[in-house]
């Protein structure tokens, strides 16, 4: 039984040092990095933290139409020393016909044990009537600011989408560049042998065999710097979506390109209706709105209620039940403002300045939205032509290739011929690799514009 259990905890220990290996080369798809950078990325974080904020000044604000309601609690013991207290009396007693004899003594009246005790308590509620309807444009601003700050985090969180896609699309060009330099390495590791072969046959130059060389050397090297970019790419992936970039993380490279169908207008009038950026900046304004009228109720009077209710005595009972000894007040207060050293009118110019600010940060933020949404049609649009255009030189540069090394091979074209092939394929993939990279940020800069994740 003891070796059992022994073994059992062995296991135990084995699978707890594995798992975590286990669960970290999990194969992370562009959406687990887009969900990760959401969960962990600094500035989601914040975002999220201050639409917490908005919502609890949005209660603050809803706070004020209700009344505030008070009770206090008095406890007061005062130590002295003991003393008594005697009240003189005259005594007149007749001890014969003629006789009569006066005396005197004291009386204790009282004594202090040396303490003197109250007690107090007191329930109190206040309520603002009326305050020139700062109240309610106050309320008003604070949900308007609260649904700012929903869009805000909207918007990070589609900002750090496209950052999330942009970069995941590098990573993805990197592979694709280190594969296309693995080629180049093989293809320039053939040439030099085939160069090497041909001179010892004599039917190449040594000149032949060290250009060969020289290219097949070349693209070993591009092949090392590929190598690192794509370190580099995974590395920085791994960072945005809140990994340890020296972890063993490995992302997929499976992704199905998207597109976009639509026309520009449809683009726009989607922008300008789902752009959470765009969005915000419109309730930005609105509360700028609120925040003026709020401010001009400051020139109307303000009308409040307050009520109280409050024990007393010298023993706690007096005051623990509560009882009809207690001392109810009841008060209204009219409260006009006739001058306040001009900090009405200054506060009257500030609120106007901020709507206007307001206003000038919706309208160009408005036409930055329609630059952009025109700005990444265009790009898809060339990125698309360009993607065709990179294909076709691609097959073109690969016939080319095939077709010099075969006259390569049979004597018929030179060493340069064939280098100058290699460098025409390496450059046309490239291109092509580019295309794709391209086309896919279009997509994406189009996407985040138009407020679609």
């Known amino acids: 039984m003891r070796r059992f259990s022994i073994g059992l905890l062995w296991m135990l220990m084995s699978i707890l040092v594995i798992l975590p290996g286990i669960v970290q080369a999990k194969t992370l798809t562009l959406d687990d990095c887009i969900d990760m950078a959401l969960k962990n990325h600094q500035n989601v974080v914040r975002a999220k933290g201050n639409l917490r904020t908005a919502n609890g000044t949005l209660w603050q604000a809803a706070g004020a139409f209700l009344p505030s309601l008070n009770f206090s609690a008095n406890a007061r013991q005062s130590d002295s020393k003991g003393y008594a207290s005697y009240q003189p009396v005259l005594n007149i007693g007749q001890t014969g016909p003629s006789t009569f004899e006066i005396t005197d003594y004291y009386i204790d009246t009282s004594y202090n044990d040396g303490f003197s005790r109250s007690y107090s308590m007191?329930?109190?509620?206040?309520?603002?009537?009326?305050?020139?309807?700062?109240?309610?444009?106050?309320?008003?601003?604070?949900?308007?600011?609260?649904?700012?700050?929903?869009?805000?985090?909207?918007?990070?969180?589609q900002n750090m989408i496209l950052t999330v896609k942009t970069t995941y699309f590098a990573y993805l060009r990197a592979i694709e560049?280190?594969?296309?330099?693995?080629?180049?390495?093989?293809?320039?590791?053939?040439?030099?042998?085939?160069?090497?072969?041909?001179?010892?046959?004599?039917?190449?130059?040594?000149?032949?065999?060290?250009?060969?060389?020289?290219?097949?050397?070349?693209?070993?090297?591009?092949?090392?710097?590929?190598?690192?970019?794509?370190?580099?790419?995974?590395?920085?992936?791994?960072?945005?979506?809140?990994?340890?970039?020296?972890?063993?993380?490995?992302?997929?490279?499976?992704?199905?390109?998207?597109?976009?169908?639509?026309?520009e207008d449809d683009a726009v009038k989607t922008g300008l209706t789902n752009h959470p950026g765009l969005l915000s900046y419109e309730q930005n304004m609105k509360a700028a709105k609120y925040d003026v009228r709020s401010t001009y109720g400051r020139f109307l009077p303000s009308l409040s209620v307050s009520a109280s209710r409050d024990w007393s005595g010298s023993r706690w009972k007096d005051v623990s039940g509560f009882g009809d000894n207690g001392v109810t007040s009841i008060s209204t207060s009219l409260n006009f403002p006739i001058f306040e050293g001009f900090s009405k009118k200054s506060d009257i110019a500030r609120s106007?300045?901020?709507?206007?600010?307001?206003?000038?940060?919706?309208?160009?933020?408005?036409?930055?939205?329609?630059?952009?949404?025109?700005?990444?049609?265009?790009?898809?649009?060339?990125?698309?032509?360009?993607?065709?255009?990179?294909?076709?030189?691609?097959?073109?540069?690969?016939?080319?290739?095939?077709?010099?090394?075969?006259?390569?091979?049979?004597?018929?074209?030179?060493?340069?011929?064939?280098?100058?092939?290699?460098?025409?394929?390496?450059?046309?993939?490239?291109t092509q690799n580019n295309a794709k990279f391209d086309h896919n940020l279009a997509i994406a800069k189009l996407e985040n514009a138009m407020g679609i994740r």
Do not use: C, H
């Open 177 to 263: 560049q280190k594969k296309i330099m693995e080629e180049a390495v093989k293809r320039g590791e053939e040439q030099y042998r085939l160069a090497s072969s041909k001179y010892e046959v004599g039917s190449a130059s040594k000149s032949d065999v060290l250009k060969a060389q020289v290219q097949y050397g070349n693209d070993k090297l591009n092949l090392i710097e590929a190598d690192n970019q794509l370190k580099v790419a995974n590395a920085a992936l791994a960072q945005l979506v809140g990994l340890d970039p020296y972890a063993d993380v490995t992302f997929s490279e499976d992704y199905k390109p998207r597109e976009y169908t639509g026309n």
């Open 352 to 430: 106007k300045a901020g709507l206007n600010n307001a206003r000038a940060d919706y309208y160009y933020n408005k036409t930055g939205v329609e630059l952009d949404i025109k700005t990444a049609y265009l790009d898809i649009q060339k990125a698309t032509e360009a993607l065709k255009v990179a294909e076709e030189v691609v097959a073109s540069a690969q016939e080319d290739m095939s077709i010099t090394q075969e006259k390569y091979n049979l004597g018929a074209a030179s060493i340069l011929d064939l280098l100058d092939a290699q460098v025409s394929l390496i450059n046309a993939q490239n």
């Open 122 to 157: 007191g329930l109190s509620a206040n309520l603002t009537v009326f305050n020139g309807f700062r109240n309610v444009f106050n309320y008003l601003g604070a949900r308007a600011d609260k649904k700012l700050s929903e869009y805000s985090l909207e918007a990070t969180e």
